[in-house]
């Protein structure tokens, strides 16, 4: 039985909730969004991810109306969305800070909204406590915010965000304020609740690892641009670019020149080195100048040459970084290139097999790394 896949954005026939069409929003003489399409659709859960200052926080306020765009239109179901104010959008915007009323209990600080739209008392207990129960906060509910720990604010934040049942929750940096453990367990419960409200989630981040757990979609954004919109595993296993291979995970990035062969590639790169052969569904012109990216946990180690290995070439143990989970040896070539290798640490206590300064054999398959023009 086929599972039913979530990928809205492969129907043609999908009508998108959010559509930003060729937006661009100035400062002064500084351009913050850069002529900018992109569809967001019903029940998304999508990232928008960049280092500082690449324009992701703009493109959230201008979806909350508390920014106008300079040229082009965002539109929210089908409607231009410029006239409204922020008030009368149905979005709600989650901040990194919570926002949270000191004075006010868990309970009254998730009323606030549903009091200001002076919803009737019955119903607005119902929602309250359906609120708490989907953020697991029931037990909480009479406290005040400084008398619960920092996951359970956020948590309120979220209640309350999600109280007034808006189409469209923007959360920015939500679980920068959290510890690691405690970001990772919130990123699941996000997507839970998330998929149980069947609301649409746009996310705000600058960790790669958040946007590619929870996200069904992540945009990969640099100077106002989005430079490439994909499902986390394409994005990762199939980057259009040297940026987005490099800005997500870590990558051995290989310079060089190419021919085909075939089906396959064959790069000159290195003095002294074998081509690196690969396969490619792109065509490039002979002696193309390529950029050839390969993940280091794609790179086999070994103390001698592997026999039928595609790609295979012998360094030096330059430096070693041990994770607990993983340990990855950063090898040196003869011409002075390091090529990152990882290896997983399955045993509980295990003797490793290379040290500093060893000799050893790196190899990869054909299909293991990816050529970029860009």
Same mark, same amino acid.
């Given at each position: 039985?086929?599972?039913?896949?979530?990928?809205?954005?492969?129907? +043609?026939?999908?009508?998108?909730?959010?559509?930003?069409?060729?937006?661009?929003?100035?400062?002064?003489?500084?351009?913050?969004?850069?002529?900018?399409?992109?569809?967001?659709?019903?029940?998304?859960?999508?990232?928008?991810?960049?280092?500082?200052?690449?324009?992701?926080?703009?493109?959230?306020?201008?979806?909350?109306?508390?920014?106008?765009?300079?040229?082009?239109?965002?539109?929210?179901?089908?409607?231009?969305?410029? +006239?409204?104010?922020?008030?009368?959008?149905?979005?709600?915007?989650?901040?990194?800070?919570?926002?949270?009323?000191?004075?006010?209990?868990?309970?009254?600080?998730?009323?606030?909204?549903?009091?200001?739209?002076?919803?009737?008392?019955?119903?607005?207990?119902?929602?309250?406590?359906?609120?708490?129960?989907?953020?697991?906060? %029931?037990?909480?509910?009479?406290?005040?915010?400084?008398?619960?720990?920092?996951?359970?604010?956020?948590?309120?934040?979220?209640?309350?965000?999600?109280?007034?049942? +808006?189409?469209?929750?923007?959360?920015?940096?939500?679980?920068?304020?959290?510890?690691?453990?405690?970001?990772?367990?919130?990123?699941?419960?996000?997507?839970?609740?998330?998929?149980?409200?069947?609301?649409?989630?746009?996310?705000?981040?600058?960790?790669?690892?958040?946007?590619?757990?929870?996200?069904?979609?992540?945009?990969?954004?640099?100077?106002?641009?989005?430079?490439?919109?994909?499902?986390?595993?394409?994005?990762?296993?199939?980057?259009?670019?040297?940026?987005?291979?490099?800005?997500?995970?870590?990558?051995?990035?290989?310079?060089?020149?190419?021919?085909?062969?075939?089906?396959?590639?064959?790069?000159? !790169?290195?003095?002294?080195?074998?081509?690196?052969?690969?396969?490619?569904?792109?065509?490039?012109?002979?002696?193309?100048?390529?950029?050839?990216?390969?993940?280091? %946990?794609?790179?086999?180690?070994?103390?001698?040459?592997?026999?039928?290995?595609?790609?295979?070439?012998?360094?030096?143990?330059?430096?070693?970084?041990?994770?607990?989970?993983?340990?990855?040896?950063?090898?040196?070539?003869?011409?002075?290139?390091?090529?990152?290798?990882?290896?997983?640490?399955?045993?509980?206590?295990?003797?490793?097999?290379?040290?500093?300064?060893?000799?050893?054999?790196?190899? !990869?398959?054909?299909?293991?790394?990816?050529?970029?023009?860009?």
């Amino acid at each position: 039985m086929a599972l039913d896949v979530f990928a809205p954005w492969d129907d +043609p026939d999908a009508k998108p909730l959010i559509q930003f069409k060729n937006v661009t929003k100035r400062f002064g003489d500084f351009t913050a969004i850069d002529d900018l399409t992109v569809d967001i659709f019903e029940k998304e859960f999508f990232a928008l991810l960049g280092p500082s200052g690449c324009g992701k926080t703009t493109m959230m306020r201008m979806l909350a109306g508390f920014e106008t765009p300079s040229d082009g239109t965002i539109l929210l179901s089908g409607q231009d969305m410029a +006239p409204v104010p922020p008030n009368q959008r149905a979005v709600n915007m989650m901040f990194q800070s919570y926002a949270l009323f000191p004075h006010l209990s868990v309970w009254e600080n998730i009323a606030f909204g549903l009091r200001r739209d002076k919803m009737p008392k019955d119903e607005m207990g119902a929602r309250v406590d359906e609120m708490l129960r989907l953020t697991r906060l %029931e037990k909480f509910a009479r406290r005040k915010p400084h008398q619960i720990s920092g996951g359970q604010r956020q948590r309120v934040a979220l209640a309350r965000s999600l109280a007034k049942a +808006p189409k469209l929750l923007l959360l920015d940096e939500p679980l920068g304020a959290l510890d690691k453990k405690l970001r990772q367990e919130t990123q699941f419960e996000l997507m839970d609740i998330q998929e149980s409200t069947g609301t649409t989630f746009v996310i705000v981040t600058h960790d790669q690892e958040e946007a590619m757990t929870v996200a069904s979609r992540v945009a990969v954004m640099d100077h106002g641009k989005i430079v490439q919109v994909a499902t986390p595993d394409a994005i990762y296993e199939a980057p259009n670019s040297t940026y987005v291979a490099d800005f997500i995970g870590d990558v051995n990035m290989i310079t060089g020149t190419v021919r085909a062969e075939g089906a396959q590639l064959r790069m000159t !790169w290195a003095e002294g080195q074998p081509e690196i052969v690969g396969e490619t569904s792109k065509t490039f012109g002979k002696d193309q100048s390529v950029h050839f990216a390969i993940r280091p %946990e794609k790179v086999s180690i070994s103390a001698e040459k592997p026999v039928d290995a595609a790609n295979a070439v012998q360094g030096q143990v330059l430096d070693i970084a041990y994770l607990g989970n993983i340990s990855t040896y950063h090898v040196q070539l003869p011409g002075g290139q390091v090529i990152k290798a990882q290896t997983a640490n399955n045993r509980r206590i295990s003797r490793r097999s290379f040290t500093w300064e060893d000799s050893v054999w790196l190899s !990869w398959t054909a299909t293991a790394g990816v050529f970029l023009e860009q």
